[in-house]
């Protein structure tokens, strides 16, 4: 993969860096952060996911963005450098399948909101009808369940972490249900154990 720091810090974005008096310690820092494939923690990071946002631009510059969403391990990575997901129907506007068609370079956000993470991915992606795409990657997807209608595949080009800073920590419904339940399991067993204590001691005359 590229150094992100390579292929997002240019032109303006350099020059606003240098007058702001960062533009040093961000290619000194990020020169250090070059990848040649995804780490093992990337890894599973990527397929514990259960959702990502994915940029896209239409042939005039004008940018969009949309939400994909799945179980844990919808979005699985198939290669040193490569992500796929399954695309099933939608709202049939084709906004993103559109644009990658003409300009296949994308930007996508992978967010952990419980522990405030978040991964950045720059790469090129394709969307291929089922029947157009390598049956060797639609082999690692289930067949069941709702019909998928195309493949998405992002060929990774560079990648980067974020700071957790402002982002807000959201708790997943069945963390905060599983947590619930543990509690309220703890005070049953609590208020069992007083019952029977306070039944013994009736029992005893006290």
Not at 43 to 72: K, L, M, T
Not at 105 to 130: C, E, N, T, W
């Amino acid at each position: 993969m590229e150094n992100y720091a390579d292929l997002m810090f240019r032109g303006h974005v350099a020059e606003i860096q240098k007058a702001e008096g960062c533009h040093g310690i961000h290619k000194a820092n990020y020169q250090r952060r070059t990848q040649a494939a995804l780490s093992e923690d990337d890894i599973a990071f990527i397929q514990s996911r259960q959702s990502f946002y994915i940029a896209s631009v239409n042939p005039d510059g004008w940018p969009y963005i949309q939400h994909r969403g799945g179980p844990v391990g919808f979005l699985k990575v198939i290669g040193p450098t490569r992500v796929a997901c399954l695309d099933y129907v939608g709202n049939r506007q084709f906004i993103t399948m559109g644009h990658v068609a003409e300009d296949p370079r994308i930007s996508v956000f992978l967010m952990d909101y419980m522990r405030r993470g978040r991964m950045k991915l720059q790469g090129r992606a394709s969307l291929q009808r089922l029947a157009d795409a390598d049956p060797e990657i639609l082999e690692r997807f289930p067949t069941e369940g709702i019909p998928a209608e195309r493949l998405l595949v992002i060929d990774i080009v560079a990648m980067d972490w974020n700071c957790p800073k402002y982002i807000p920590p959201f708790v997943p419904v069945e963390v905060a249900n599983a947590a619930t339940e543990r509690y309220a399991a703890e005070l049953q067993a609590e208020n069992d154990a007083l019952k029977a204590e306070l039944a013994a001691l009736k029992a005893n005359g006290q």
